[in-house]
Protein backbone atom coordinates (compact mmCIF):
# COMPACT_ATOMS: atom_id res chain seq x y z
CA UNK A 1 0.00 0.00 0.00
CA UNK A 2 1.76 3.25 -0.99
CA UNK A 3 -1.12 5.52 0.13
CA UNK A 4 -2.94 5.49 3.54
CA UNK A 5 -5.28 7.90 3.70
CA UNK A 6 -6.21 8.69 7.24
CA UNK A 7 -10.24 9.95 7.68
CA UNK A 8 -10.81 11.64 10.75
CA UNK A 9 -12.44 15.43 11.93
CA UNK A 10 -14.70 15.84 14.74
CA UNK A 11 -17.96 14.25 16.07
CA UNK A 12 -20.98 13.92 13.83
CA UNK A 13 -18.59 15.89 11.11
CA UNK A 14 -19.10 13.55 7.99
CA UNK A 15 -15.73 11.05 8.25
CA UNK A 16 -18.68 8.31 7.57
CA UNK A 17 -20.07 10.23 4.41
CA UNK A 18 -16.57 10.68 3.20
CA UNK A 19 -14.99 7.21 3.45
CA UNK A 20 -18.64 5.67 2.27
CA UNK A 21 -18.16 8.12 -1.07
CA UNK A 22 -14.74 6.43 -1.28
CA UNK A 23 -15.92 3.22 -1.22
CA UNK A 24 -19.06 3.32 -3.33
CA UNK A 25 -17.22 5.40 -6.27
CA UNK A 26 -13.62 4.87 -6.04
CA UNK A 27 -13.63 1.35 -4.80
CA UNK A 28 -11.43 1.72 -2.08
CA UNK A 29 -10.61 -0.36 0.59
CA UNK A 30 -11.95 1.12 4.01
CA UNK A 31 -10.34 -0.14 7.57
CA UNK A 32 -12.22 1.74 10.45
CA UNK A 33 -10.74 2.21 13.69
CA UNK A 34 -14.45 2.19 15.82
CA UNK A 35 -15.37 -1.48 14.02
CA UNK A 36 -12.17 -2.58 16.03
CA UNK A 37 -12.69 -0.76 19.14
CA UNK A 38 -15.97 -2.71 19.11
CA UNK A 39 -14.61 -5.71 18.30
CA UNK A 40 -11.97 -5.30 21.12
CA UNK A 41 -14.74 -5.63 24.15
CA UNK A 42 -17.06 -8.18 22.42
CA UNK A 43 -19.02 -10.51 24.03
CA UNK A 44 -16.17 -13.35 25.81
CA UNK A 45 -13.53 -11.19 24.69
CA UNK A 46 -9.87 -10.73 27.00
CA UNK A 47 -10.63 -7.03 27.37
CA UNK A 48 -14.13 -7.61 28.56
CA UNK A 49 -13.36 -10.49 31.10
CA UNK A 50 -10.86 -6.94 32.59
CA UNK A 51 -13.36 -4.71 32.53
CA UNK A 52 -15.89 -7.05 34.31
CA UNK A 53 -13.21 -8.00 37.11
CA UNK A 54 -12.81 -4.06 37.44
CA UNK A 55 -16.46 -2.93 37.52
CA UNK A 56 -18.60 -6.43 38.48
CA UNK A 57 -20.63 -8.08 36.65
CA UNK A 58 -23.69 -4.99 36.50
CA UNK A 59 -20.82 -3.81 33.57
CA UNK A 60 -22.49 -6.04 31.66
CA UNK A 61 -26.39 -6.80 30.04
CA UNK A 62 -27.80 -9.72 30.79
CA UNK A 63 -26.78 -11.61 27.52
CA UNK A 64 -23.07 -11.67 28.39
CA UNK A 65 -22.50 -8.11 26.22
CA UNK A 66 -21.06 -4.75 27.34
CA UNK A 67 -23.59 -2.45 28.90
CA UNK A 68 -21.92 0.28 26.84
CA UNK A 69 -23.79 3.40 28.58
CA UNK A 70 -22.95 2.45 31.83
CA UNK A 71 -18.78 2.35 31.29
CA UNK A 72 -19.51 5.62 28.96
CA UNK A 73 -20.70 6.96 32.35
CA UNK A 74 -17.86 5.66 34.68
CA UNK A 75 -15.50 6.67 32.36
CA UNK A 76 -16.84 10.14 31.23
CA UNK A 77 -16.71 11.38 35.13
CA UNK A 78 -13.18 9.74 35.90
CA UNK A 79 -10.17 10.76 33.68
CA UNK A 80 -7.80 7.68 35.16
CA UNK A 81 -10.92 5.06 33.98
CA UNK A 82 -10.86 6.26 30.81
CA UNK A 83 -7.36 5.78 30.11
CA UNK A 84 -7.24 2.44 31.81
CA UNK A 85 -9.91 1.74 29.26
CA UNK A 86 -7.77 3.71 26.33
CA UNK A 87 -4.56 1.80 27.32
CA UNK A 88 -6.21 -1.67 26.54
CA UNK A 89 -8.60 -0.43 23.69
CA UNK A 90 -6.04 1.63 21.66
CA UNK A 91 -2.95 -1.29 21.37
CA UNK A 92 -5.70 -3.38 20.00
CA UNK A 93 -6.66 -1.26 17.32
CA UNK A 94 -3.76 -0.47 16.14
CA UNK A 95 -2.87 -3.78 15.82
CA UNK A 96 -5.54 -4.62 13.90
CA UNK A 97 -4.84 -1.92 11.30
CA UNK A 98 -1.61 -2.84 11.62
CA UNK A 99 -1.87 -6.39 10.15
CA UNK A 100 -4.78 -5.43 7.53
CA UNK A 101 -2.46 -3.04 5.94
CA UNK A 102 0.00 -5.66 5.66
CA UNK A 103 -2.29 -7.88 3.80
CA UNK A 104 -4.15 -5.41 1.37
CA UNK A 105 -2.74 -5.29 -1.72
CA UNK A 106 -3.89 -1.73 -3.34
CA UNK A 107 -2.11 1.35 -3.46
CA UNK A 108 -4.92 2.97 -1.79
CA UNK A 109 -6.32 2.29 1.64
CA UNK A 110 -8.80 4.80 3.86
CA UNK A 111 -8.58 4.21 7.36
CA UNK A 112 -11.68 6.12 9.52
CA UNK A 113 -9.68 6.65 12.95
CA UNK A 114 -11.98 9.32 14.87
CA UNK A 115 -9.47 9.70 17.59
CA UNK A 116 -6.51 9.51 15.86
CA UNK A 117 -4.79 12.15 17.45
CA UNK A 118 -5.96 11.52 20.19
CA UNK A 119 -4.99 8.00 20.58
CA UNK A 120 -1.23 9.30 18.89
CA UNK A 121 -2.52 6.41 15.68
CA UNK A 122 -0.77 9.54 12.66
CA UNK A 123 2.35 7.22 12.11
CA UNK A 124 -0.30 4.32 11.06
CA UNK A 125 -0.96 6.68 7.75
CA UNK A 126 0.86 8.71 5.69
CA UNK A 127 -1.52 11.57 4.69
CA UNK A 128 -4.05 12.97 7.24
CA UNK A 129 -7.81 14.60 5.79
CA UNK A 130 -9.38 16.01 8.40
CA UNK A 131 -13.51 16.63 7.98
CA UNK A 132 -14.87 19.54 9.45
CA UNK A 133 -18.32 21.46 9.33
CA UNK A 134 -19.48 24.45 11.32
CA UNK A 135 -20.06 24.08 15.31
CA UNK A 136 -23.64 25.08 14.91
CA UNK A 137 -24.13 22.30 12.05
CA UNK A 138 -21.85 19.46 14.18
CA UNK A 139 -24.39 20.42 16.95
CA UNK A 140 -27.14 19.82 15.20
CA UNK A 141 -26.14 16.93 13.41
CA UNK A 142 -24.87 14.92 16.51
CA UNK A 143 -28.13 15.79 18.02
CA UNK A 144 -30.42 15.21 15.47
CA UNK A 145 -28.73 11.75 15.10
CA UNK A 146 -28.49 10.50 18.49
CA UNK A 147 -31.07 12.09 19.66
CA UNK A 148 -29.02 13.78 22.31
CA UNK A 149 -29.97 17.12 24.42
CA UNK A 150 -27.90 19.90 23.17
CA UNK A 151 -25.95 19.71 26.57
CA UNK A 152 -25.30 15.99 26.21
CA UNK A 153 -24.01 16.86 22.42
CA UNK A 154 -22.11 19.73 23.56
CA UNK A 155 -19.82 18.20 26.25
CA UNK A 156 -19.48 15.12 23.73
CA UNK A 157 -18.39 17.01 21.00
CA UNK A 158 -15.49 19.05 24.05
CA UNK A 159 -14.45 15.77 25.03
CA UNK A 160 -12.40 15.93 21.68
CA UNK A 161 -9.32 17.58 21.01
CA UNK A 162 -11.17 20.88 19.05
CA UNK A 163 -11.84 20.80 15.45
CA UNK A 164 -9.49 23.83 14.97
CA UNK A 165 -6.55 22.16 16.33
CA UNK A 166 -7.15 19.33 14.41
CA UNK A 167 -7.30 20.82 11.41
CA UNK A 168 -3.91 22.49 11.82
CA UNK A 169 -2.49 19.04 11.82
CA UNK A 170 -4.09 17.74 8.72
CA UNK A 171 -2.58 17.68 5.34
CA UNK A 172 -5.67 17.82 3.62
CA UNK A 173 -9.38 19.72 4.86
CA UNK A 174 -12.50 18.53 3.93
CA UNK A 175 -15.34 21.17 4.51
CA UNK A 176 -18.41 19.61 4.85
CA UNK A 177 -20.54 22.61 5.86
CA UNK A 178 -22.46 22.63 2.34
CA UNK A 179 -24.49 19.76 0.76
CA UNK A 180 -23.36 16.39 0.17
CA UNK A 181 -22.61 16.95 -3.79
CA UNK A 182 -20.11 20.14 -2.58
CA UNK A 183 -18.67 17.19 -0.32
CA UNK A 184 -17.96 15.02 -3.28
CA UNK A 185 -16.46 17.46 -5.62
CA UNK A 186 -13.96 18.25 -2.86
CA UNK A 187 -13.14 14.34 -3.07
CA UNK A 188 -13.29 14.04 -6.54
CA UNK A 189 -10.70 16.97 -7.26
CA UNK A 190 -8.38 14.92 -4.21
CA UNK A 191 -8.08 12.15 -6.32
CA UNK A 192 -8.44 13.28 -9.80
P1 LIG B 1 -19.18 9.94 14.12
O1 LIG B 1 -17.75 10.06 14.33
O2 LIG B 1 -19.92 10.56 15.23
O3 LIG B 1 -19.65 8.55 13.81
P2 LIG B 1 -19.06 11.01 11.39
O4 LIG B 1 -17.99 12.03 11.41
O5 LIG B 1 -18.78 9.70 10.76
O6 LIG B 1 -19.66 10.84 12.84
P3 LIG B 1 -21.37 11.10 9.67
O7 LIG B 1 -22.02 9.93 10.31
O8 LIG B 1 -20.80 10.93 8.30
O9 LIG B 1 -20.27 11.71 10.65
O10 LIG B 1 -22.36 12.35 9.63
C1 LIG B 1 -23.04 12.76 10.82
C2 LIG B 1 -24.51 13.06 10.51
O11 LIG B 1 -24.60 14.21 9.68
C3 LIG B 1 -25.19 11.93 9.76
O12 LIG B 1 -26.49 11.81 10.22
C4 LIG B 1 -25.13 12.40 8.30
O13 LIG B 1 -26.17 11.86 7.53
C5 LIG B 1 -25.23 13.90 8.43
N1 LIG B 1 -24.47 14.62 7.38
C6 LIG B 1 -23.20 14.39 6.99
N2 LIG B 1 -22.82 15.23 6.00
C7 LIG B 1 -23.90 16.01 5.75
C8 LIG B 1 -24.16 17.09 4.83
N3 LIG B 1 -23.23 17.55 3.98
N4 LIG B 1 -25.38 17.65 4.87
C9 LIG B 1 -26.33 17.21 5.74
N5 LIG B 1 -26.15 16.22 6.62
C10 LIG B 1 -24.97 15.61 6.64
Known amino acids: VKQIIGVTGGIGTGKSTVSNYLHKVYNLPILDADF ?11 ILEAIKQRYGKQILQEDGSLNRSKLGKIIFNQPAEKQWLEQKIHPYVRQCITSELNHLSTKQVVVVIPLLFEAEMTDLVTEIWV ?3 SPQQQLARVMARDQLSETE ?16 LADVVIDNSGSTSELQQQIDRLLS
Open 36 to 46: YAREAVSKESR
Open 131 to 133: VYC
Open 153 to 168: ARSRIKAQISLEEKMA
